[in-house]
């Protein structure tokens, strides 16, 4: 049997961000960095790595309580494999989450709104001066990092291989659940034991 090698995960809020004043729009929807979660944790985290959780009710609870609400999409890293895929899409609320699938639809239309976005911002940016003339490159600059990285996205989410080698999967899948706490879950374990081996003298 092959054991399984620790991850890193990148964990990205889906955020309302302020766009320049020149752009159509007031907001526009932006993935953010909100945290990672790094190798060596990864150990401490996943039941399969040694760690307490083993399923998605006890990771999102542990998101919500360092993250707090929101939809979040976190992507993994792994050694031994060359690029990251999508790990888990998942909506934390304060009374429970829902996993969101993975809609390339989405992405494509994503891709195509910054597309059409950088083209009027260019369009905007030859009749500006200096000063905005910056302020909308960074908000162009901003754009085509979201194009790259909604195409890397694309490209691995086809033979993604998701968080079900980490989670067990609460059923039915894209419905609502209640969050299981992972912070009694050694005491729970140990009282079952106690239990078994007092049943069976």
Known sequence: MNQIKPIKLRIRRK???????????????????????????????FKCLGGLIENDAQFAKLLFDNYGKGIYSLLAWQKGYQNFWGFIK???????????????????RDILRNRKEIKRLQKIQKQSSDKQREEIQNDIDDLNDEISCSNEIKKLDTKSRGCKEFLKTTTPLYKGHAYEDYKNITTNEKKREEKEINDFW
């Open 15 to 45: 955020t309302k961000v302020y766009t320049n004043k020149s752009s159509k729009y007031l907001y526009r929807q932006d993935w953010k960095l909100a945290g990672v979660i790094e190798y060596g944790d990864s150990c401490n985290i």
């Open 90 to 108: 998942i909506e934390l609320t304060p009374t429970g989450f829902k996993r969101l699938p993975k809609n390339l639809n989405e992405e494509m």
